[in-house]
């Protein structure tokens, strides 16, 4: 048989081949196989198992990439602010910041909180020169941190033009108001005798302590 294998044996393995591993090899291959002579180099003319209808396979074209392409990477979703955080924000965002004050009567421009405490400062000593320094040294004695005779022990340091004691400007807007009215009445006036203009109208520095101490 191995001299002259029957040609439907042939077919018959080819037909096995072919259903197992989806490549047909010729009947010069198997008669090797069978023969035990050298197996010819030759290349399976039949093509493997047709592929399924519905199984889409682009076109091979010279020069092109058919790598997998990766996952594109998406950015992190930002994190929300923590608590503490916001209730800073919504706190801050209670009133705008001023753009003008009236004290004791005199309307001076103003751009920011720590500046309602400087004009504040600056019409006191032009009001009271003398007593400016020893009053704002003994308003706040166990507090080495509010005011000092020399700039770089305290934060934020403000002196008006011709005094002597600095006085920090340090704190968010409430605290600066509370500061201010306390400035006022070290020198015997009312704490009212601030108005602040923010949010388009006028408000009595009471008003505006009030309205930023909600929670």
């Not at 020169?129 to 706040?140: G, H």
């Not at 009215?181 to 009030?210: C, M, P």
Request: with cysteine; hydrophobic share 35%; proline share 10%.
């Amino acid at each position: 048989m191995q001299d002259k294998p029957d040609e439907e044996l042939v077919e018959l393995i080819i037909k096995r081949v072919y259903e197992c591993i989806d490549i047909r090899p010729d009947q010069a291959q198997v008669l090797a196989t069978l023969q035990g002579t050298p197996m010819p180099h030759s290349v399976p003319t039949t093509p493997a198992r047709p592929a399924d209808p519905g199984q889409v396979h682009p076109t091979t074209t010279a020069g092109e990439d058919h790598s997998v392409p990766t996952a594109s990477v998406q950015p992190a979703a930002p994190r929300p602010p923590s608590p503490r955080r916001s209730k800073r924000i919504l706190k801050g965002a209670r009133l705008p910041r001023p753009d003008e004050i009236r004290i004791l009567g005199e309307v001076r421009a103003v751009e920011l909180w720590t500046d309602v405490v400087r004009e504040v400062a600056s019409s006191l000593y032009e009001l009271h020169p003398t007593k400016y320094d020893q009053t704002l040294l003994n308003l706040w004695p166990n507090r080495k941190s509010a005011v000092a005779l020399e700039s770089e022990h305290i934060h934020r340091p403000f002196c008006p033009p011709g005094a002597n004691v600095y006085l920090t400007t340090n704190g968010d807007a409430l605290s600066l108001c509370r500061k201010a009215g306390e400035l006022l009445e070290a020198f015997g006036h009312d704490r009212d005798d601030l108005k602040i203009h923010t949010a388009n109208q006028w408000y009595s520095n009471t008003d505006v302590i009030k309205t930023l101490s909600k929670r």
